[in-house]
């Protein structure tokens, strides 16, 4: 069964709108003299907190050497499954045999990403670390896939005692 609402009444001066117009500008003109707080991005950018969590990359040791070694955990553990790693396999250096390696392709979907942080825990080879990238730009899909040499390039140098590469 249908029911009518019946509307209240607008009284008087409701069916003015030169008073709701006033009461308006007066918020205008309240606002207007307050000190500006539109940041003028991207030239500003947010001034971030120390444990700020963005784009996860990947870094290399001192000795500018690849840390990831194609363990793909990172890839097994992401929620979203942004993480795509191609193992070198054992024709890339017959001695080493099946043991893991320099990932040969190793892509990021940066639009996938929720910046979630479990590849970074559960490396075993600190190879891959959230950075403070917040902003990341492209105007096409493909161009948020962020493949091995840009992860690298982004990641930079990380300084810390596990250096796998060094003992093979
Ligand atoms: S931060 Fe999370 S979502 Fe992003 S790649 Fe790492 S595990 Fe996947
Ligand atoms: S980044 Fe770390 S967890 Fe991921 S494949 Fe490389 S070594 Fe394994």
Same mark, same amino acid.
């Given at each position: 069964m249908?029911m009518?609402? !019946?509307? !209240?009444?607008?009284?008087?001066?409701?069916?003015?709108y030169? *008073? %709701?117009?006033?009461? $308006?500008?007066?918020?205008?003109?309240?606002?207007?003299?307050?000190?500006?707080?539109? /940041?003028?991005?991207?030239? #500003? @950018?947010?001034?971030?907190?120390?444990?700020?969590?963005? %784009?996860?990359?990947?870094?290399?040791?001192?000795? #500018?050497?690849?840390?990831?070694?194609?363990?793909?955990?990172?890839?097994?553990?992401?929620?979203? @499954? %942004?993480?795509?790693?191609?193992? *070198?396999?054992?024709? %890339?250096?017959? &001695?080493?045999?099946?043991? &893991?390696?320099?990932? +040969? &392709?190793? #892509?990021? =979907?940066m639009?996938?990403?929720?910046?979630?942080?479990?590849?970074? +825990?559960?490396c075993?080879?600190?190879?891959?670390?959230?950075?403070?990238?917040?902003?990341?730009?492209?105007?096409?899909? =493909?161009? /948020?896939?962020? =493949?091995?040499?840009?992860?690298?390039? +982004?990641? $930079?140098i990380?300084?810390d005692?596990? /250096? !796998?590469? @060094?003992n093979?």
């Open positions: 249908s009518i609402v !019946k509307r !209240k009444e607008l009284s008087f001066w409701e069916r003015l030169i *008073p %709701a117009l006033i009461s $308006g500008f007066k918020v205008t003109l309240s606002h207007f003299f307050r000190p500006n707080v539109t /940041m003028q991005y991207p030239e #500003e @950018k947010w001034v971030l907190p120390e444990g700020y969590r963005g %784009a996860p990359l990947l870094v290399k040791d001192q000795e #500018e050497r690849t840390k990831c070694v194609s363990c793909q955990l990172c890839e097994f553990v992401c929620p979203p @499954k %942004a993480i795509r790693i191609t193992p *070198p396999g054992p024709e %890339a250096n017959p &001695e080493c045999g099946n043991i &893991e390696k320099e990932p +040969e &392709e190793f #892509e990021i =979907d639009l996938r990403c929720i910046f979630c942080g479990y590849c970074q +825990e559960v075993p080879e600190e190879a891959i670390f959230l950075q403070q990238d917040y902003s990341l730009i492209g105007t096409q899909r =493909d161009q /948020m896939v962020w =493949d091995k040499e840009k992860l690298l390039e +982004e990641g $930079g990380h300084q005692d596990i /250096m !796998k590469w @060094k093979k």
